[in-house]
């Protein structure tokens, strides 16, 4: 085969394949697709055009357009050489099977070295292109349905109503919290572990105008330092040995237009801690690898349960980042300084239990009182979870001194002997003895599984009951 053959070839097989692919096109698409001759006859017709007309493709082949489509423009448009896109095209009456008057046409000549040798049709049908658009408005309501409910639910679930407390160092932080929600300004939320410095963030973003916004959320101690930038800034492809293919978006830009919390914010490094600053600063973030600049609208509410003062004097923690971010302060109090809201949790978390399992437990009056004078080193969340494990425990629809944890009792029986000037082995001997005997009745006299419990062996246990003179109501000590 000469060059010239071979040439000819690979044209033709390029001509084929186009062609292939451009029925394709018009086999597959909803709008009516028209081509004419110079000379105005039709050379090709789509299915959905026929479909249209109600007529066979091999009637309508080789007709002059006007015989078909009586009002065409396409003659004009092969004289003109015109272009004409998503023009309105009034029907010929009879025209439409479906009765419309309208439908929506592309129309254009084509040329070869300024000669006209074909005019194109593109007809979208109005009852289509009606259906299209319903379709698309009702995905649109119920994204905006949805997007309403969600905003609606989060609201309700994150506001400052659904908050608990009603002491007076709750309510003064409560009200600084509330005129936050009217501004952009950067809150450093400080408190010890488990007082509800997440709770206010969400308070806060959910009330602001930034609510239909992301809150994206940051554990700054749970990311290793040298993850943390691309964690924050994002990185593009290729920045990194194991960077993913398309690079990856940071919580910067996943926030923007809405609100970052970032919790833990003592545990920084300094490193990261300049960076930050500058994003502060500047509004603007640099991927990791980018290089460029990339501006975002974000609104920073940090947390710490560290005294940041402290550790600016430690060196640990940047004074001019420090001032940035504490811009609204709120110190949110210690559980063990809201004693008149231990009760309102107490009952909270048993009403939340208790309506997700269907069950009506409640609390003995001597619980309340155990646990109002306890410190509280975990603060809300060490409350709720003795509360989830005393319903666990409790057998009589109510939550009694047994059921409390045995570190609480210890608490409490240290504070009487104290009260008391008890001598201390005599306040360890009662301690240990109502232990054993509260272990006894919750494991149903059953010795083998209250040693379990204890964490001591069954002779062991058996020493103790005899030592105390513990009556077990002739139940078998073997069991």
């Known amino acids: 085969m ?73 003659p004009e448009i092969l004289i003109n050489k015109k272009t004409e896109v998503s023009v309105l095209h009034k029907l010929a009456e009879g025209q439409s099977p479906t009765k419309e008057k309208y439908v929506v046409v592309s129309r254009a000549c084509v040329e070869d070295e300024n000669k006209a040798i074909a005019a194109v049709g593109q007809v979208k049908f109005t009852g289509h292109t009606m259906k299209l658009a319903n379709e698309l408005k009702e995905m649109d309501d119920e994204l905006q349905y949805y997007k309403k409910e969600l905003k ?59 609510s239909d916004k992301p809150l994206i959320r940051v554990n700054c101690a749970a990311i290793p330092s040298e993850l943390l930038e691309s964690e924050l800034f994002g990185y593009i492809e290729g920045a990194f040995t194991g960077a993913k293919r398309g690079g990856k978006k940071g919580k910067f830009e996943l926030a923007n237009g809405g609100t970052i919390f970032l919790d833990e914010i003592g545990d ?75 009760a309102i949790f107490i009952h909270y978390f048993l009403d939340e239990l208790n309506e997700k399992y269907e069950t009506n437990i409640t609390t003995a009056p001597s619980v309340e009182k155990v646990l109002t004078r306890y410190h509280w080193p975990g603060n809300i969340r060490e409350l709720k979870n003795v509360i989830y494990n005393a319903y666990n425990m409790t057998e009589n629809n109510e939550i009694t001194d047994f059921n409390l944890p045995l570190y609480i009792y210890y608490r409490r029986k240290i504070s009487q002997g104290s009260a008391e000037s008890k001598n201390l082995n005599i306040l360890l001997h009662e301690i240990e003895k109502e232990v ?18 204890l964490g001591i062996h069954r002779s062991t246990l058996y020493k103790k009951i005899n030592k105390f003179k513990i009556e077990i109501n002739n139940i078998d000590k073997q069991q």
Do not use: W
């Open 2 to 74: 000469s060059k010239k053959e071979k040439s000819e070839k690979e044209i033709f097989i390029k001509l084929k394949r186009d062609k292939l692919v451009f029925d394709k096109i018009l086999e597959i698409s909803e709008d009516g697709f028209l081509i004419v001759d110079e000379e105005g006859n039709i050379i090709n017709i789509n299915n959905a055009y026929c479909n249209y007309l109600g007529m066979k493709k091999e009637d309508i082949l080789g007709k002059f357009v006007r015989e078909i489509i009586k009002n065409s423009k396409l």
């Open 152 to 210: 609606r639910i989060s609201g309700n679930k994150y506001s400052f109503n659904n908050m608990v407390g009603k002491s007076d160092k709750f309510l003064r932080v409560k009200k600084i919290a509330e005129k936050a929600t009217k501004n952009d300004f950067t809150v450093l939320i400080t408190g010890e572990t488990g007082t509800g410095k997440e709770v206010f963030a969400n308070a806060i973003h959910y009330s602001s105008r930034r």
């Open 268 to 342: 920084m490094s300094l490193n990261m801690q300049a960076k930050l600053l500058r994003v502060l600063q500047e509004k603007e973030i640099e991927k990791v690898g980018s290089g460029r600049n990339m501006p975002v609208d974000v609104r920073i509410i940090a947390a710490t349960n560290k005294n940041l003062l402290q550790e600016i004097e430690k060196k640990n923690f940047r004074a001019d980042l420090y001032y940035r971010l504490n811009v609204i302060r709120l110190d949110i109090p210690p559980l063990r300084e809201r004693q008149d809201d231990i």
């Open 436 to 453: 054993i005997l509260n272990t006894l009745k919750r494991n149903k006299y059953n010795c083998i599984l209250a040693a379990k419990d």
